[in-house]
Structure formats: structure tokens, C-alpha cells
């Protein structure tokens, strides 16, 4: 059974200053989802990693993918307020299926 | 392009009272579909998911159930709601067969017991 596991589960962070929160899981998975929440919203598709050293970019978040380590990194440079929210990271399965993590909020204070 | 409704938005059910919540699907055909719920600061438990008509697959035991009564419509179901039953459920879609696509979800349904 998949197990997906995230931590911290919130993180202060600056604004301006560059952070990367992590991703763990914790068996064979070929691939790895991101999400974004808003509080109160759904969720919002950011990245989907589909092989070991994948790593994609939209604006000042990146992400990447490690098969071997089974450890999935969300690098956030420059944080702006925009950024606030929580990100889940999902290691998929059988028919699609998802496990999601527990999330990592993100707070940016000025 | 594609679409997925969620509805009602919040609800408000006292405990024992039934249950239903529906999602649509528009713009696409077959496509796999799950109802998660998501309790208050925690993460996404999947509930149900579907890979076609009256096929419904349950991941975890609970007084909830799942209905396909067509291709593109889910519906989740409850003959007497718990306590237990609060918190945010959110449906998703995602194409048939295709791994390299996330879940898409839609607004969600916010239910409180009383």
C-alpha cells in the first residue's frame, strides 16, 4: 500500500527567500502529482512528474522527482504572498488512483 | 474543453437524514471518477471511484455509497448521515486509460451535521 507522507506540516516563510518542501513516499510509484488548495477552494493541478529526474517549472515553483530515493521536491524561489496556500504532493496507482499527503501549508509573511 | 460540476455547494443536514450529492462531467467521455472527503486541516481521503457504468469500487467502509447511473454523472449517497459524515467532498475526473494526467476536481460540497 502507498504511503505518502509530507513534512512539515506548515511552513513560515519569507517573503523574497527561496524554500523547497519535500515529498516522501513510501513505495514504487511512476508517477507524482502536486496540487494546490486555497483555503475554503479545491484543488488545483500544478505539476505531474512521470519519471525519476523529471523535473518541471511554472513561475517561481519547481518540481522534481527522485524514483530511486522515492522523494518528490517542490522548490519555491523568491516567495511572494501569492504563494500562500497548501500543497498536497500524490503518488498514483491502480486506475488512477491518487494517495495524497497530509499537505504543507505555506505562509508568506512580508 | 472539459467541465465538472459539483452540487450543492454547502449543505446543512441533520444527523439521520439521507444524503445525495452529484457531479457532472462535460466535454469528455469514459472517464474515470472518484469522490474523496476531506476533513477539516487534513488531508484527502478517496471514498469511491468509478472506470465505468455501475462500476463502483469503495476503498474504505463507511455508511456512504456511490451510484453511476450514467457515463459522465456520479452520485454519492447516504441513508443516514453521521456525525462523522462532516467535512469537504470533492469529486474528480480523469481521462480512461491515461496515467499522465492529473485528477481533475470540481468545486466541491461542504456538509455540516448538526
Known amino acids: 500500500e502507498l504511503k505518502v507522507e509530507q513534512n512539515p506540516l506548515f511552513l513560515s516563510m519569507q517573503e523574497g527567500k527561496n524554500y523547497t518542501i519535500y515529498c516522501n513516499y513510501s513505495t514504487t510509484s511512476d508517477r507524482l502529482y502536486w496540487y494546490r488548495q486555497d483555503p475554503g477552494k479545491s484543488l488545483e493541478s500544478l505539476f505531474v512528474l512521470l519519471s525519476n529526474g523529471a523535473v518541471k517549472q511554472e513561475g517561481r515553483l519547481m518540481a522534481s522527482l527522485d524514483t530511486k530515493a522515492r522523494l518528490s521536491t517542490l522548490h519555491i524561489t523568491a516567495a511572494v504572498h501569492d504563494l500562500s496556500a497548501t500543497y498536497f504532493c500524490a503518488g498514483g496507482g491502480a486506475n488512477s488512483k491518487l494517495t495524497f499527503g497530509k499537505g504543507i501549508t505555506l505562509s508568506v509573511r512580508p | 474543453s472539459q467541465t465538472i460540476h459539483q452540487w450543492p455547494a454547502t449543505l446543512v443536514q441533520p444527523v439521520g437524514s439521507p444524503l445525495s450529492l452529484e457531479c457532472t462531467v462535460e466535454g469528455t467521455s469514459n472517464p474515470n471518477l472518484y469522490w474523496y472527503r476531506q476533513a477539516a486541516g487534513r488531508g484527502l481521503q478517496l471514498l469511491f471511484y468509478?472506470?465505468?457504468?455501475?462500476?463502483i469500487s469503495s476503498e474504505v467502509p463507511q455508511n456512504l455509497s456511490a451510484s453511476r447511473p450514467q457515463d459522465r454523472q456520479f452520485i454519492l449517497s447516504s441513508k443516514k448521515l453521521l456525525l462523522s459524515d462532516s467535512g469537504f467532498y470533492l469529486c474528480a475526473w480523469s481521462p480512461l486509460g491515461t496515467f499522465n494526467q492529473p485528477q481533475h476536481f470540481g468545486d466541491g460540497t461542504r456538509l455540516s451535521i448538526l
Open positions: 468509478s472506470v465505468g457504468i455501475g462500476q
